[in-house]
């Protein structure tokens, strides 16, 4: 279950820091190569759970750009989900669908489970839409 955003900060589970615009950037410039990388392979069954990792990794990665504009550093990554939720517009569908791929990289990388193709192309389409959104609310931070 994701927790308020307060409770990651009183559990040392996200550092409050000076704002880092360059670290920022680098991390949704590292989220945006990512993508571009992904979209150029092919989804297989044998492909599927390495490129839903990457794509896991796009999100997480643009979601904690954001983090990092406004000074705070995860150790977490619900606590990522609960920055997103508390501090932004985003939909509640959006953030729900974000803590299930959550979910299920972590199966992916700890259990060694597997993701199918369909579930792959899914989360696809989810980063699709959603990395957009993520670029915007950075861009406008960033002014």
Known sequence: ????????????????????????????????ARYTYICSQKITENSAP????????????????????????????????????????????????FDRYRILRNKVVYRAEGV???SCKSSLEFVEHFLPELKAEFERLEK
């Open 50 to 97: 390495f490129i839903f990792e990457g794509i896991y990794e796009v999100i997480r990665e643009a979601a904690q750009a954001l983090m990092e504009l406004k000074g705070y550093k995860p150790y977490s990554h619900e606590a990522v989900i609960s920055f997103l939720r508390e501090f932004f517009h985003f939909h509640l569908q959006d953030i729900s669908s």
């Open 116 to 118: 199918d193709s369909d």
């Open 1 to 32: 279950m994701i927790e308020k955003f307060q409770y990651y900060i009183d559990n040392n589970l996200v550092r409050r820091g000076t704002p880092n615009k360059a670290e920022a950037r680098a991390l949704l410039e590292r989220a945006l």
